[in-house]
C-alpha cells in the first residue's frame, strides 16, 4: 500500500515538474524587435504605478491578513478556537 502511494506520489511530482517547465518555457518566451521592449517597457511602468499607488491599500491588507491568522493560531494553540 506505501509502495502504491509512493508510486502516485513520483507521478504526481514528474506532472508537476512538467507543468512547470511548459509554463516556464510559455513565460520566458521573447519578442523580437521594437515591439517586445515596448511591451516589457509598458507592464513595468504599469506595475510601478499600481505599487505605488496601491501602497497602503496593500500595507491595510497585508497587516489585516497577518493579525487574522495570528488571532487564529492562537486560538488553535491554546485550544479555544474551532
Not at 511548459?22 to 515596448?38: P, Q
Request: aromatic share 2%; net charge negative; with cysteine.
Amino acid at each position: 500500500m506505501r509502495e502504491n502511494m509512493m508510486n502516485k506520489m513520483d507521478g504526481f511530482v514528474i506532472k508537476c515538474k512538467m507543468g512547470a517547465d511548459a509554463l516556464r518555457r510559455k513565460g520566458m518566451k521573447t519578442e523580437d524587435g521594437i515591439d517586445g521592449i515596448l511591451v516589457t517597457v509598458g507592464l513595468c511602468i504599469i506595475a510601478l504605478l499600481l505599487c505605488v499607488t496601491m501602497k497602503e491599500s496593500l500595507e491595510t491588507f497585508i497587516t489585516g491578513v497577518v493579525s487574522n491568522l495570528t488571532t487564529e493560531a492562537n486560538e488553535i494553540l491554546t485550544g479555544t478556537g474551532v
